[in-house]
């Protein structure tokens, strides 16, 4: 959107200007409030209402351009009275008002943290976030996202836990000589302080605690899973990265060493890891041979994941990214079941949705060779799409039973062995399991 | 001359067996037409496997053609030809229109070429085409398989020698981890097609691979090596019946 505001400037100012004096600024918005004093549901509220007012604007000033060029053309006509100048002029006015209005509401935009990530220190109140525009003019509401993709289930469960944590925050700020035991929960402010201070604590290590940093899931993820290579990237990186693959299979080795994971296992590469997880936007996940899942996560540097897809391995091209979608078949239809999956993760315990997903995939590493729990077939005709498929589902409501159970039973059910996680058909799958 | 012969070709093709790096490709698995015992194959057959694939949801495509031609060097000297590989194979792929592959099946080597090698072969006059035969047929797609139904017949007539099918597995090119689809995917072709009662069965029979330098992740030449494979298989099934006629 801002691209095309400036557009229409440049447009503006290609044409030859009669001077006409600025009209008294009345701004069509409402005037900014203090973002300390209003709760955070108004505040997405507004952020969303300024977004939609600065589109009408730029709407108008499309169309006020289209009236100038208008009034442009008909002067140039012989045999014309003033007419034309007098549009002219009006339309003049009019955009220099649209224009003003314009800058206001992004001023209005930028303060509330919507153009910029400023707010993200301050965006975790109520778990809910600032609408982001993101270098590429997409715009993600993700706390709108969450509420409209969430089930009815889900939501009154966070709203529960929200008034949970509303009323033990005030207790703790009104009576804090009664603030004797802490909720094994953790508060928002211990996260906020995890996430922001990415240490790698040793305690951590070993147990699904709910205060988890970005680092501390991928390396669990590397050390429990062999086969996987995990990479972190920023946002534009791996747009650039996805466009060069596929690599061939012999450049496997040549991948550019700061973007793969290390963890702990290397003292100066990790200093470099840690400083740069705060920016880390895409994680990718690969099995060679197998798959490649691309997750991104949302704001950049937490571990929020918003959306996944599968690809081939060999797979490339610049339509490989968190919400593209596969050539094939098998990987589309994995990533449409990964994207319930996701919300289900989000939905139920969002503090270790990004740690249960990225295991949750991994269970696909089996994609090729684990026969279908139900029907005991490695392919089968699914009757809907008319397509053969090897089994694409992974049931994932078993996975968050085991949320106080150590990681050690994690990884061995995602061995080989008879504890492998079930697979299915799509045609097997029934929602009662 | 025959050493001026060898020094030439092999200068053309720049061949290093070290450096086999051929772009990954879906895997493939190539069939045959097996006719049971004292039947033969014909047209008949080919039209019922085309309507079997069909029937399993595959979708018509478009057409396929293969070429396969076996070599003999042109010598003054006939008693030199032991010297020469006995069975020198070029083949040419409708995947890969640029390209041109040669297979010695006895010294097991496998080469990728450009395919103008054949130009340069005929202007130097240093290999003559013995026999010729074409794969032709229709492309199907199923999802993310990709089967190829063809005739076999000789380049000069329409004599159909034989039928081959060709199954592709689009997402993957690993040939390891595709096994098991692979093989389920031959079950499931089994079962639609035993239906028809045909005099006969589809064979794949997989090469040794790695004898051909050739490693795990597919590619064009593997196709240029079950091909070779394939040829092979069908003139001694069609010599086996020629001569229990005799």
Known sequence: MLHQHHQQQHHHHLQSAITAAPPPSATTSTPPSSTTGEAPPKQVALAMDRLGQAARLIADIRLGADRLLEALFVASQPHQSSKPLHLFRQEDESMRQHLQDLRTVGKQLEESGVLNESLRSRS???????????????????????????????????????????????????????????DGEGTDTA??????????????????????????????MEKEIPNLKVSTYERLDWLKRASSLPASANDNTMEAPKHNFHGTSMLRPALQNVASMDKVAVIELFFPSIFRAVVSLHPAGSTDPDSVAFFSPDEGGSYMHSRGSSVYHVFRQITEHATVALQYFLGIRSKTALHSLLHWIC????????????????LAMDRQSALILPPVHRPYRTL????????????????QGSNAPEAYHIGCFSDNT | MSVVYCHIFRRLISYNPYRKKSTTMPLKRVFFWQPNAGSTVNSQILNEVSQCVESINGVKEGRWKATLTFYKPMLRDQALSAEFPREFIGISLPEQPNKYYFVLRFNKIVLESDSSIQLIMEKLQSYKSRVALNFEGFQYQLGDFQLRVGKVVPSHSENLRGIVM??????????????????????????????????GRFIHIEPDF????????????????????????????????QTGRN
């Open chain 1, 191 to 220: 996260s906020k302080k995890h996430r922001n201070l990415p240490a790698l604590a040793e305690d951590n290590q070993d147990n699904l605690s709910d205060c988890k940093t970005l680092s501390d899931v991928l390396t669990n």
């Open chain 1, 400 to 415: 968050s039973v085991s949320k106080h159970s150590s990681t050690q039973s994690i990884s061995s059910t995602l061995d």
């Open chain 1, 363 to 378: 269970s696909y590493q089996t994609l090729f060779t684990k026969v279908c729990n139900k029907c005991g077939r490695l």
């Open chain 2, 210 to 241: 790695s004898d051909y330098g050739l490693a795990d992740h597919y590619t064009s030449q593997h196709t240029a090596v079950q091909y070779t494979h394939v040829t092979s298989q069908l003139i001694a099934s069609v010599q086996a019946v």
């Open chain 2, 166 to 199: 060709e199954v592709e597995y689009l997402p993957i090119s690993s040939l390891e981890k595709s096994k098991q689809i692979m093989e389920e995917f031959f079950d499931i072709w089994q079962d639609a097609i035993s239906k028809r009662s045909l005099p």
């Open chain 1, 124 to 182: 975790n109140s109520w778990g809910l976030h600032m609408p982001l525009v993101c270098p590429d003019g997409a715009v993600v509401a993700y706390a709108w996202k969450r509420q409209l993709a969430g089930q009815a289930g889900a939501s009154a469960v966070d709203r529960t836990r929200l008034a949970l944590k509303a009323f033990t925050d005030q207790k703790r700020r009104f009576f804090p000589h009664l603030d004797d035991e802490e």
